[in-house]
């Protein structure tokens, strides 16, 4: 394939994204239960379920139509604290995805505008124990691989790699925002669920945008 | 699991339905999954919204109704309502004069509303304008958390904030009547048994027999501390001493003083624990002005209570004495 990520490419992403949330349902609502309310698994998976299902309703035309639609799905669809956090992500997307092909640089841009978005609904800081220590990292780790000239397969190994590591980083956290943010010192010890999924929509990305040798 | 459901992702509509049929002065909507009062929008008057998770019955569309809300968003079983449902709320309320939402604080629910307000500027010129209640004094140091939970002082700001727009007073006013009264109000709760949320099918939280949790929140979350069940007297002292200690209620011209039931607990028990919270106020030299007893924001069958206090004034007095005529609260009509 080409070193872009076309529409078809995106699609591909968030089917992968839709494939490996409801896998991993049950791992997700275990982590939640242990520091939140039990419900980040099955809120995820019936949203991504909606966003599979409008996709073939009504597919999209272009890159930015296709990020439009997942964010207006995932934010009348989830409810909780993870619609609109998810949506907001996938809508600042949309603003940056234009209608061709998205380049490893675009492709960076348009994810950091999504944590932007990310970071102005939810208000968390790095550290606070939220996807935003998952999906800074991996953003960070795009930002240099651009920089360097890496081709767009291996940025995304190396964002997917450094969010996997965020994710990760998040059991010592003390939590701070959230529910998880009401058990203070017991939340420590116990891996982030908004971190666990974002790390996915990462994933989902090498595996679907970027084959053996991308 | 044992409950009164045919399926556990139908509670919310079949809870709904069976709300209509009880209730034919309210107007349900099950497509937009909102209550909303049967003459919205009233001309002039500012329009009142509110929502939140489902489980907490009779919070919010048992207050929907003459003198308090003018519509509720009832969200899935402890989850926030999506800004679709605000927003049409919304709508189906403006009557004119703008509307207030009344948001308790949680992460998710403070989002979703804040996404309809949005939506709600970026569609129409209707001016809205959110309340955001957290008077939930169990959680201390809201620079590292979320901040402190919307509890029961929730109730008593839906009845007065509802009562002043009933009076026909502008947005601006409404909205610092019912900032007046968070500002003005605390709460405390606790918990005897856990709740199982109907989609999860097994308890919340464990919490062994001869034990409870002191400062838990409404959807299970933990609290201050677990210790061993006591007589109501020394529960009382638990849930009141921090609230006094958190405001100067002495000061002012009494309170509302409210004993809330968490879902699983009767009503005898409450009056119960009345006497104590009472005593315990007397001996403060807090003078309690009204009272409000009974299960009005609850966590599906958990077993417990909360108290909550308002410091009150006359006009918040005269407010809460105002007509009210709802499913779950009615007086004056």
Known sequence: MADGLDLSALESWIREFARLVADRRDELTELDSAIGDADHGANMDRGMSAVVTALEATPPTDPAALLKQVGMTLVSKVGGASGPLYGTLFLRMAGVAGDGTLDAETWARALRAGLDGVVARGKAEPGDKTMVDALGPACDALDAAVAEGASLGEALRRSAAAAAQGRDGTVPMLARKGRASYLGERSVGHQDPGATSATLLVDAAVTALAPAGG | ?333
């Open chain 2, 1 to 333: 699991m044992k409950k009164l459901i045919n399926d556990p992702s139908h509670v919310v509509a079949d809870a709904l339905r069976g709300m209509a049929l009880a209730h034919p002065e309210l107007r349900v909507d099950h497509d937009k999954r909102i209550v909303v009062r049967s003459d919205a929008p009233v001309q002039g008057k500012v329009g009142l919204v509110s929502g939140g998770g489902s489980g907490h019955e009779p919070m919010h569309a048992g207050f929907v109704g003459l003198g308090m809300l003018d519509a509720a968003c009832p969200g899935e079983v402890f989850t926030s309502p999506v800004p679709d449902q605000i927003v049409a709320a919304t709508q189906a309320v403006d009557g004119g004069a703008g509307v207030l939402h009344i948001v308790k604080n949680y992460t998710g629910d403070v989002m979703n509303f804040e996404m309809a307000a949005e939506l709600v500027a970026a569609e129409s010129g209707t001016e809205v304008v959110p309340v955001v209640i957290d008077d939930d004094v169990a959680v201390q140091d809201s620079l590292y958390t979320a901040g402190r939970r919307g509890v029961g002082v929730t109730v008593l700001a839906e009845k007065i904030a509802g009562a002043a727009a009933e009076q026909g007073r502008p947005l601006a006013e409404v909205a610092d009547v019912a900032r007046r009264v968070d500002t003005n109000g605390r709460s405390m709760g606790m918990a005897l048994t856990s709740c199982t949320v109907p989609a999860a099918g097994h308890p919340t939280f464990e919490l062994p027999e001869g034990e409870m949790e002191i400062g838990i929140g409404i959807h299970g979350e933990p609290g201050r501390r677990r210790v061993p069940v006591a007589p109501a007297r020394e529960v009382a002292e638990m849930l009141v001493e921090p609230i006094l200690a958190d405001l100067d209620f002495a000061s002012g011209e009494g309170v509302i003083a409210f004993v809330n039931g968490m879902g699983g607990t009767p009503l005898i028990e409450l009056y119960v624990m009345y006497a104590e919270v009472a005593a315990i106020l007397e001996k403060s030299g807090v003078p309690i002005a009204r009272n409000l007893v009974g299960s009005y924001i609850t966590s599906l069958e958990m077993a417990g209570c909360s108290v909550t206090l308002l410091k009150a004034d006359d006009e918040l007095l005269r407010l809460w004495d105002a007509p009210v005529r709802t499913p779950a609260l009615r007086w004056g009509v």
